[in-house]
């Protein structure tokens, strides 16, 4: 028997194996090559787990098409809406553990990943489910137009793409695999998905409640390693298409070789975040919203540096307001209940945001951090802010996956907009004022695939997310998410 | 088809004892007790009573009716309900209907696939009332309830996204943003299908309240008792009160009043007999009530987004986008 470990109050305990194999073909078996996954906070190591190769990645792959043309594509949407009803009630049972588990793997605090993401990862089953058997409603058909008047009230639903690679990165892998997994399967694809090296054990419980729900062998296949075998998987010629979370730099990677061998694409490619405080906003309920959407809640914005534009007539006011509520953040162990920071994810960002801090400071960039002990294992960085930098500071551009705020004044509405639309990036954006039309001014004009409006990061399995430019590429959510896993015709279709 | 996904049902879930009484006799059960099977199946001792509130009551008169299974024989007494039940229930629709409609569509969904929850678990007592209300065999009766099940499960689908396909976003020639967005008309009577005792009613019925209407529903006048069954299928699964009332009884008593009530907003007229349905229609005037009459459905059929889109209004939002 594995480890053992109690939880937070009112959680369950959760039971790990010493070891996991790869889940293939619906079950799991082990494999050539291990590694450990440890806990962030900690550096104690939770479990071993195995190490795809290339044959593993082939036989993932056969075992997916066999279940695609066998089973699934088969399958009335609404047998398919049956299973993912039935994973989603699972995910609802079993949601507390998993929580438990993914703390302790990714570092995240449980309050975060027990009341934010395992309520987001069910109600995506429990959406997605509802569209697996709606798809001709969807509104893309493509054939309503072409058909004689009246169109039939039920057209056939569109297809599927057919087997599916899923590469997902460590900010909220169970959610990630959610808003890839559920859609996928919804429509009519099968999936081979790998998750983040650092965070590889709630997508192995996921496996687990596949097998428990009687999905049929193939349609889930959890393939686990590191980034070479993530390559392996959005690189492999079985696949018609490649979904992918991480960073800027791979996600062209893929987009190049997708162009290459013909297939289709989505990317989550992070980028940076603005939010707009204007001088009429509500000022403790802007720096309310900015330290809690950056440094608590690091939903899947959290892998976006948010640069903060304050109208300068206010300035002063709203860093001291998120000055006060930064020096409240309780850093630590991230199963406490009373946690708002927990652990960096991995030794390897940690050096990262080390570096990047580094460099910023002699830059010239004011920094102000938390007061902060850290415990003397595990992976720890303060939040941290850092004050007056131009356009051209590393810090503000960069992709910079821990919560780091940078602030500037702005003098006009205008400038602002010139500013904040000055990266090749274009996730999202808060924008804080009173005044109604200012903010719906200013939503019109933000290049970023979400704008939150005196709120930020807000996600809801039917609200289409995804960036502008090199944050991304298509949509997952939302009716628009389903256009990422049907094959429809369109502009974006290789033409090989 | 013939699965019910018992891996989905929770027992310890149920927050209601069971369905027995006064709704559903033990027989063919999934959760038949021991204590419960000492109970001649198929023979309630109860009169079935109407559903308003939340609550089960008898008819305000005091009223009630023979109702005859398939074979002729008698087969239980149910609440004949008459004007005074029919305001009531209209009352409780409203005070339900703030709530039901301002919760989130999720919430809606949530709400709605636990009912499915609920009949897929008391799958055999539903097949053996189906039998007994109109012969047939127990596959067909069994049939009937899986496609009911299923019929509900895609309504519940539909919470959290007809607005996806209905609204729009309307690109205006001048610097404002407007938007489109269906929202329910309110109060909605739906008078069952009379041939249809499960699958008809719950396909009627789960258009209407998805997009967050309550409903007043007139059992089939022929099959009242899986009409209240239902209804303890909704009280079990902790759907709000008075978002779904069930009132038992002759059609042509009922509808009139519910036609012509200053405070419901729509009528389905699925169960109502032509002439009749004129009528109705032309006493739903009177408040210029939302009248659903579709030409004669095929039950069994997938249906379309008509009888969700039939009870909906469209509020467009026009906002200045100029600075």
């Given at each position: 028997?594995g480890?053992r470990?109690?939880?937070?109050?009112?959680s369950?305990?959760?039971?790990?194996r010493?070891?996991?194999?790869l889940?293939?073909?619906?079950?799991?078996?082990?494999?050539?090559?291990?590694?450990?996954?440890?806990?962030?906070?900690?550096?104690?190591?939770?479990?071993?787990v195995?190490h795809?190769?290339?044959?593993d990645?082939?036989?993932?792959?056969?075992?997916?098409?066999q279940?695609?043309?066998?089973?699934?594509?088969?399958?009335?949407?609404?047998?398919?809406?049956?299973?993912?009803?039935r994973?989603?009630?699972?995910?609802?049972?079993?949601?507390?553990?998993?929580?438990?588990?993914?703390?302790?793997?990714?570092g995240?605090?449980?309050r975060?990943t027990?009341?934010?993401?395992?309520?987001?990862v069910?109600?995506?089953?429990?959406?997605?489910a509802?569209w697996?058997?709606?798809?001709?409603?969807?509104?893309?058909?493509?054939?309503a137009?072409?058909?004689?008047?009246?169109?039939?009230?039920?057209?056939?639903?569109?297809?599927?793409?057919?087997?599916?690679g899923?590469?997902?990165?460590?900010?909220?892998?169970?959610?990630?695999?959610a808003?890839?997994v559920?859609p996928?399967l919804?429509?009519?694809?099968?999936?081979?998905?790998?998750p983040?090296?650092?965070?590889?054990l709630?997508?192995?419980?996921?496996?687990?409640?596949?097998?428990?729900?009687?999905?049929?062998?193939?349609v889930?296949?959890?393939?686990t390693?590191?980034?070479?075998?993530?390559?392996?998987?959005?690189?492999?010629?079985?696949?018609?298409?490649?979904?992918?979370?991480?960073?800027?730099?791979v996600?062209?990677e893929?987009a190049?070789?997708?162009?290459?061998?013909?297939k289709?694409f989505?990317?989550?490619?992070?980028?940076?975040?603005?939010?707009?405080?204007?001088?009429?906003?509500?000022i403790?309920?802007?720096?309310?919203?900015?330290?809690e959407g950056?440094?608590?809640?690091?939903?899947?914005?959290?892998?976006?540096s948010?640069?903060?534009?304050?109208?300068?007539?206010?300035h002063?006011?709203?860093?001291?307001?998120?000055?006060r509520r930064?020096?409240?953040?309780?850093?630590?162990?991230?199963?406490?209940?009373?946690?708002?920071?927990g652990a960096?994810?991995s030794?390897?960002?940690?050096?990262?945001?080390?570096?990047?801090?580094r460099s910023a400071?002699?830059?010239?960039a004011?920094?102000?951090?938390?007061?902060?002990e850290?415990?003397?294992?595990g992976f720890?960085?303060?939040?941290?802010?850092?004050g007056?930098?131009?356009?051209e500071?590393?810090?503000?551009?960069e992709?910079?996956?821990?919560?780091?705020?940078?602030?500037?004044?702005?003098?006009?509405?205008?400038?602002?907009?010139?500013?904040?639309?000055?990266?090749?990036?274009?996730?999202?954006?808060?924008?804080?004022?009173?005044q109604?039309?200012?903010?719906?001014?200013?939503?019109a004009?933000?290049r970023?695939?979400?704008v939150?409006?005196?709120?930020?990061?807000?996600?809801?399995?039917?609200?289409?997310?995804?960036?502008f430019?090199?944050?991304?590429?298509?949509?997952e959510?939302?009716?628009h998410?389903?256009?990422?896993?049907l094959?429809?015709?369109g502009?974006?279709t290789?033409?090989? | 088809?013939s699965?019910?996904s018992?891996?989905?049902f929770?027992?310890?879930?149920?927050?209601?004892?069971?369905?027995?009484p006064p709704g559903?006799?033990?027989s063919?059960?999934?959760?038949?007790?021991?204590g419960?099977?000492?109970?001649?199946?198929g023979?309630?001792r109860?009169?079935?009573?109407?559903?308003?509130?939340?609550?089960?009551?008898?008819?305000?008169?005091?009223r009630?009716?023979?109702?005859?299974?398939?074979?002729?024989?008698?087969?239980a007494?149910?609440?004949l309900?008459?004007?005074?039940?029919?305001?009531?229930?209209?009352?409780?629709?409203?005070?339900?209907?703030?709530?039901?409609?301002?919760?989130?569509?999720?919430?809606r969904?949530?709400?709605?696939?636990?009912?499915?929850?609920?009949?897929?678990a008391?799958?055999?007592?539903?097949?053996?009332?189906?039998?007994?209300a109109?012969?047939?065999?127990?596959?067909?009766a069994?049939?009937?309830?899986d496609?009911?099940v299923?019929?509900?499960?895609?309504?519940?689908?539909?919470?959290d996204k007809?607005?996806q396909?209905?609204?729009t976003?309307?690109?205006?020639?001048?610097?404002?943003?407007?938007v489109?967005?269906?929202?329910p008309?309110?109060?909605?009577?739906?008078?069952?299908?009379?041939?249809s005792?499960?699958?008809?009613l719950?396909?009627?019925?789960?258009?209407?309240?998805?997009?967050?209407n309550?409903?007043?529903?007139?059992?089939?006048e022929?099959?009242?008792?899986?009409?209240?069954?239902?209804?303890?299928?909704?009280?079990?699964?902790?759907?709000p009160?008075?978002?779904?009332?069930?009132?038992?009884?002759?059609?042509?008593?009922?509808?009139?009043?519910?036609?012509?009530?200053?405070?419901?907003?729509?009528?389905?007229?699925?169960?109502?007999?032509?002439?009749?349905?004129?009528d109705?229609?032309?006493?739903?005037?009177?408040?210029?009530?939302r009248?659903?009459?579709f030409?004669?459905?095929?039950?069994?059929?997938?249906?379309g987004?008509?009888?969700?889109f039939?009870?909906?209004?469209?509020?467009?939002?026009?906002?200045?986008?100029?600075?």
């Amino acid at each position: 028997m594995g480890l053992r470990r109690g939880a937070a109050e009112g959680s369950s305990p959760v039971t790990l194996r010493d070891s996991y194999g790869l889940f293939i073909g619906g079950s799991f078996a082990p494999g050539s090559a291990v590694f450990k996954t440890v806990s962030p906070a900690t550096e104690e190591v939770l479990a071993e787990v195995t190490h795809g190769t290339t044959e593993d990645v082939d036989r993932a792959v056969a075992a997916a098409r066999q279940a695609y043309e066998r089973v699934w594509s088969l399958l009335p949407g609404r047998e398919r809406a049956r299973y993912l009803l039935r994973i989603a009630r699972l995910l609802r049972d079993r949601a507390p553990e998993l929580a438990v588990i993914e703390s302790l793997d990714s570092g995240k605090p449980i309050r975060q990943t027990r009341d934010v993401d395992l309520p987001l990862v069910t109600a995506h089953f429990f959406y997605h489910a509802g569209w697996a058997d709606k798809l001709a409603h969807a509104g893309f058909g493509g054939t309503a137009a072409a058909l004689p008047n009246p169109a039939p009230p039920n057209p056939a639903p569109p297809r599927p793409l057919g087997v599916v690679g899923q590469v997902i990165g460590w900010s909220s892998p169970l959610l990630m695999l959610a808003w890839k997994v559920a859609p996928a399967l919804a429509c009519g694809n099968t999936v081979v998905l790998k998750p983040a090296e650092s965070t590889p054990l709630t997508a192995l419980a996921f496996a687990e409640i596949c097998a428990e729900a009687g999905l049929p062998p193939g349609v889930v296949n959890i393939v686990t390693g590191d980034g070479q075998t993530g390559q392996l998987v959005a690189g492999h010629p079985g696949i018609d298409k490649v979904a992918f979370t991480g960073s800027p730099e791979v996600g062209k990677e893929i987009a190049k070789s997708a162009a290459l061998w013909g297939k289709r694409f989505t990317l989550e490619l992070g980028g940076t975040s603005a939010n707009i405080v204007c001088a009429d906003a509500d000022i403790e309920a802007a720096a309310q919203g900015i330290v809690e959407g950056v440094f608590i809640r690091q939903g899947h914005a959290c892998c976006a540096s948010s640069r903060v534009f304050v109208a300068e007539e206010v300035h002063d006011d709203l860093v001291g307001a998120v000055r006060r509520r930064m020096a409240a953040l309780r850093s630590g162990d991230p199963l406490d209940e009373a946690t708002d920071i927990g652990a960096v994810n991995s030794r390897g960002q940690l050096d990262k945001i080390t570096e990047l801090a580094r460099s910023a400071e002699s830059d010239g960039a004011v920094r102000w951090s938390a007061p902060h002990e850290p415990p003397d294992r595990g992976f720890w960085f303060p939040p941290t802010m850092f004050g007056v930098v131009s356009q051209e500071q590393r810090i503000a551009r960069e992709e910079l996956c821990w919560p780091v705020l940078t602030v500037s004044s702005f003098a006009a509405p205008d400038e602002v907009v010139d500013r904040t639309n000055s990266t090749r990036y274009g996730l999202s954006a808060g924008v804080w004022a009173r005044q109604d039309t200012l903010s719906a001014w200013l939503a019109a004009r933000l290049r970023a695939g979400v704008v939150w409006v005196n709120s930020f990061g807000g996600l809801d399995p039917a609200v289409p997310f995804g960036g502008f430019q090199e944050s991304g590429f298509g949509r997952e959510g939302g009716r628009h998410g389903l256009e990422a896993y049907l094959d429809l015709p369109g502009a974006w279709t290789p033409d090989v | 088809m013939s699965e019910a996904s018992p891996p989905d049902f929770q027992p310890a879930d149920l927050q209601l004892p069971g369905l027995q009484p006064p709704g559903l006799p033990p027989s063919g059960g999934e959760r038949a007790q021991g204590g419960a099977a000492a109970r001649t199946a198929g023979v309630p001792r109860t009169t079935y009573r109407l559903y308003i509130g939340g609550a089960f009551a008898r008819a305000a008169s005091g009223r009630t009716f023979a109702v005859h299974g398939a074979d002729g024989a008698f087969l239980a007494s149910a609440a004949l309900a008459a004007d005074r039940d029919a305001r009531d229930a209209v009352v409780a629709a409203r005070g339900a209907f703030p709530g039901w409609s301002r919760a989130s569509g999720y919430e809606r969904g949530q709400a709605l696939y636990r009912v499915a929850e609920v009949m897929a678990a008391y799958r055999g007592a539903f097949a053996a009332q189906l039998r007994l209300a109109g012969g047939g065999s127990a596959e067909a009766a069994t049939a009937e309830v899986d496609a009911a099940v299923d019929r509900w499960n895609w309504y519940a689908g539909w919470a959290d996204k007809i607005t996806q396909v209905r609204a729009t976003v309307n690109p205006v020639a001048g610097p404002f943003g407007t938007v489109s967005l269906p929202e329910p008309v309110g109060v909605t009577a739906v008078l069952a299908p009379p041939e249809s005792a499960l699958l008809g009613l719950v396909s009627v019925l789960a258009p209407v309240i998805v997009s967050g209407n309550t409903a007043v529903l007139v059992a089939s006048e022929r099959y009242p008792v899986p009409a209240v069954a239902f209804a303890e299928a909704l009280a079990a699964a902790e759907l709000p009160a008075g978002v779904v009332n069930v009132l038992t009884g002759e059609v042509a008593e009922i509808s009139p009043w519910l036609a012509a009530h200053q405070d419901v907003n729509a009528i389905d007229l699925a169960g109502a007999p032509g002439p009749l349905a004129d009528d109705l229609a032309v006493a739903a005037a009177g408040n210029l009530k939302r009248v659903v009459r579709f030409p004669a459905t095929d039950w069994t059929a997938e249906p379309g987004l008509e009888r969700m889109f039939a009870t909906l209004e469209t509020k467009t939002i026009w906002h200045p986008l100029g600075r």
